[in-house]
């Protein structure tokens, strides 16, 4: 006599279970990253038809070269925020802080990009 196979077999939750989690991983940081692009950054989306904030051109450093790439503070806040999304908890409002403090090089304060225009067109240089 024979037992009945199982429906689904350890391997197979298993599988489901590491495709769910990616999801969630990938939707978690979706939305971390629509987040950080709310913030007004100085220069301006290096192709005007990008989805996302960066990369962006007009940013220079001290040295007077441009940020050809995101800067890894960037990657740092979409990581810190979607680690509390996808645990499903509240974010630790210091190290959002923390975070953005950061990034303030990379912020345009002068109230243009704060109205929804998406950040300064005038080339900018980072400290």
Known sequence: MSLPKPR????DAARSMTS?????TELS???????????PFIG???DAKQERAWPRSGIFTDDGVEMAETPQEIFDLCELLAENIQLGQT???FQVFHK???????IDW????????GGSTENSTVH
């Open 8 to 11: 689904t077999s350890i391997l």
């Open 20 to 24: 769910r989690q990616a999801y969630m």
């Open 29 to 39: 940081f979706q939305l971390a990253s629509n987040i950080v692009d709310t913030i």
């Open 44 to 46: 301006t989306k290096r």
């Open 91 to 93: 974010f630790d409002v």
């Open 100 to 106: 953005i403090a950061r990034l303030d090089r990379l």
């Open 110 to 117: 002068s109230g243009e990009g704060l109205q929804g225009g």
